[in-house]
C-alpha cells in the first residue's frame, strides 16, 4: 500500500539557517504530493503541492520537488524565522479517497 | 467567513456526556472528512462524506456518530466517551474524492477533554 516516510524530529535550528526535512514515498502510480504545516493550537494548513514528476512546489520561501526516480519530496528554505517553528507533515494522495500523512517533523527555530 | 471552521474549539466533557461538534465549509467543496490528531500518533481517518453520502467509516467506536445533512456542513456526535478519546478533532474539505482535486484543506480543530 501507500505510505509516507518523513524524517524523525525534533528539528532545531538558529534562524537564518537552511532548513532540509526529508520526505519519502511509497505509491502505484503517480500520486500527488503535499507538505501540510501545523502551528501550535491550530489545524493543519496546506503549503505547497506538486501533481507530477519535476514539479516544484513552492510557497513562503518554502520549496519541494517531486522526484519520482528517488520517490522524494523533500522540503526546503534557505532561510529559517523563529516563526516557521511548527510541526510540517508530508502527505501523498494517489488513487482512493485516502490521503496518507507522516508521522510529523517538529521544527523549532532559535533566535 | 472563508475556509473551514469548527465549533467548539475547546470542549470538556464528562464520560456520561452527550455533546457535538460541528464543521462548516465556505468552499463550495463536496467531500468532507472527520481525523482524530493524538499526541505522539499518526493522524487517524475517522470518517469520509462525498456528497452526504459516507464513503468511509474507518473501524471507529459507535460513541462517534457522524452526520452530514449537506455538503456544507458536518457533525460528530459524541457520547458516552472515554478518556483515551481526549485529542484534537481536525475536519477537512475537499472539492471531491479524485487524485485531482482532493487536496484537502483543514479547519483549526476542536480540542476535547474527557473527564
Known amino acids: 500500500g501507500n505510505s509516507v516516510t518523513q524524517m524523525e524530529g525534533p528539528v532545531t535550528l538558529s534562524e537564518e539557517a537552511f532548513l532540509t526535512i526529508n520526505c519519502t514515498y511509497t505509491?502505484?502510480?503517480?500520486?500527488?504530493l503535499f507538505w501540510y504545516v501545523q502551528y501550535p493550537g491550530e489545524g493543519l494548513q496546506l503549503l505547497l503541492k506538486?501533481?507530477?514528476?519535476?514539479d516544484k512546489g513552492s510557497n513562503k520561501g518554502f520549496e519541494a520537488t517531486y522526484r519520482k526516480e528517488t520517490t522524494s519530496f523533500h522540503l526546503e528554505k534557505g532561510s529559517v524565522q523563529v516563526s516557521d517553528s511548527a510541526v510540517y507533515f508530508c502527505?501523498?494522495?494517489?488513487?482512493?479517497?485516502?490521503?496518507?500523512f507522516g508521522a510529523g517533523t517538529r521544527l523549532f527555530v532559535k533566535a | 467567513e472563508t475556509g473551514v471552521t469548527q465549533t467548539p474549539r475547546h470542549l470538556v466533557m464528562g464520560m456520561t456526556n452527550k455533546k457535538s461538534l460541528k464543521c462548516e465549509q465556505h468552499?463550495?467543496?463536496?467531500?468532507m472528512y472527520w481525523y482524530k490528531q493524538s499526541a505522539k500518533k499518526p493522524l487517524e481517518l475517522m470518517f469520509v462524506?462525498?456528497?452526504?453520502?459516507?464513503?468511509e467509516n474507518n473501524s471507529v467506536p459507535s460513541r462517534f456518530s457522524p452526520e452530514c445533512p449537506n455538503s456544507s456542513h458536518l457533525f460528530l456526535h459524541l457520547h458516552t466517551l472515554q478518556p483515551e478519546d481526549s485529542a484534537l478533532y481536525l475536519c477537512?474539505?475537499?472539492?471531491?474524492?479524485?487524485?485531482?482535486?482532493?487536496?484537502?484543506?483543514f479547519g483549526p480543530g476542536t480540542r476535547l477533554l474527557v473527564l
Open positions: 468552499l463550495g467543496h463536496n467531500a
Open positions: 505509491a502505484t502510480g503517480y500520486p500527488s
Open positions: 477537512a474539505s475537499s472539492q471531491d474524492l479524485s487524485k485531482e482535486q482532493g487536496t484537502q484543506y
Open positions: 462524506y462525498n456528497f452526504k453520502e459516507q464513503t
Open positions: 506538486a501533481t507530477k514528476a519535476d
Open positions: 502527505a501523498l494522495r494517489g488513487g482512493g479517497f485516502k490521503t496518507i
